[in-house]
């Protein structure tokens, strides 16, 4: 369920790729460390580790396709624990979006090409650790016309957004559409009475009205009962 975006009541969404794939990489970047100023030890670490993020960024509008977009955001940096200490280790922990299976492979690829690239023209290691989370969530066409159409005969088509585009969320349902095909659809329970000043989900100040619950009892047993009708072949 939305708290914003759109009016209560409304589902939205579209067909194929609906959702992003999102993954996590942790980039340690490695060296002597020491005291600071150093005496001995190269004080490297801290800015390689922002060369690093400003690369990554670069990379991002430069090594993909305008039409294939890419987010990779850091979200972490830490290093040291004291302002004249320098560690053997600085950080960057990074989400990773993207809307294709090549994409997700490629920018896996390149996201380490460019941290060992940057670390190693400083005389610097880097050590890669890439979790893999939810892959792009992807609507089947024919399986969303269908459940967009009992959206429409239960509710009225006023009650049904197609999105002009995907968004950068992700969804753990985009697992079981890379095994069957079927429609994952949003729903809206902004509880704001303008939608333009609702806060989103992931604001502390968002807020949800579960009137809209009914209705979604009365779409889910209405789809499992055209869907049986039609058959699963």
């Not at 030890?41 to 990554?56: D, F, G, K, N, Q």
């Not at 990379?59 to 977009?69: A, D, G, L, Y």
């Not at 049904?160 to 585009?165: G, H, K, L, R, V």
């Amino acid at each position: 369920m939305y708290s914003a975006d759109h009016a209560f009541g409304v589902c939205f969404g579209r067909p194929g790729t609906q959702m992003a794939a999102s993954d996590e990489v942790r980039i340690t970047v490695r060296g002597r460390g020491g005291p600071a100023p150093p005496r001995t030890a190269p004080s490297t670490r801290y800015p390689v580790a922002c060369e690093i993020v400003l690369a990554l960024q670069t990379m991002v509008t430069r090594r993909f396709s305008i039409w294939e977009p890419v987010v990779v955001t850091v979200g972490r940096i830490a290093g040291g624990p004291k302002d004249n200490i320098i560690a053997d280790e600085a950080i960057l922990e990074a989400t990773v979006r993207t809307f294709s299976g090549a994409t997700r492979e490629l920018a896996r690829e390149l996201i380490g090409q460019v941290a060992g690239g940057v670390a190693q023209a400083h005389g610097l290691t880097v050590g890669i650790h890439w979790v893999e989370g939810y892959p792009a969530t992807v609507n089947d066409p024919a399986e969303f016309g269908f459940a967009r159409g009992v959206v429409e005969d239960l509710f009225g088509q006023q009650r049904f957004a197609e999105m002009p585009e995907p968004e950068a969320g992700a969804e753990d349902f985009s697992f079981v559409l890379e095994q069957v095909p079927g429609a994952y659809l949003n729903v809206s329970a902004c509880a704001h009475p303008r939608v333009e000043d609702a806060e989103d989900n992931h604001s502390p100040r968002a807020t949800f009205d579960d009137a809209v619950l009914p209705d979604l009892a009365l779409l889910l047993a209405e789809l499992a009962i055209r869907r049986c009708a039609l058959g699963f072949g």
